[in-house]
């Protein structure tokens, strides 16, 4: 239920901010009253990613939602670009 709703706010609410930067969040996982929200397109390697987290993001969230505690930062690597490097650089799992 309340992923739903993190992810609903995103969508509605976070999103149309960040796509005037050519970016996007979505929300990875959460557990313990924290999100853990990915940045995509040019948020993803900008580096003010933290910056946009805090002041943007977080403020969004915690605003909407006064159940979630916290909002951080997901910065790992999805495994498809993990298997994709493997596979260019020839090493087996």
């Known amino acids: ?9 995103i969508k509605t ?9 050519f970016g ?3 929300l990875t996982k959460y557990e313990n009253k924290i999100a853990y929200v990915k940045l995509n397109g040019t ?4 580096p003010s990613a933290q910056d ?6 977080k403020e969004i969230i915690l605003k909407e939602l006064p159940e979630v505690s916290d909002v951080k930062l997901d910065t790992s ?6 298997d994709m490097a493997r596979k260019i650089l020839n090493i087996s799992n």
């Open 77 to 82: 690597v999805s495994e498809d670009i993990l």
């Open 13 to 21: 609410k976070v999103n149309p901010v960040l796509a005037d930067h």
């Open 52 to 57: 946009t987290l805090e002041l943007t993001i």
């Open 1 to 9: 239920m309340i992923h739903e709703q993190i992810d609903n706010i």
């Open 24 to 26: 996007s969040a979505t």
């Open 43 to 46: 948020c993803a390697s900008c």
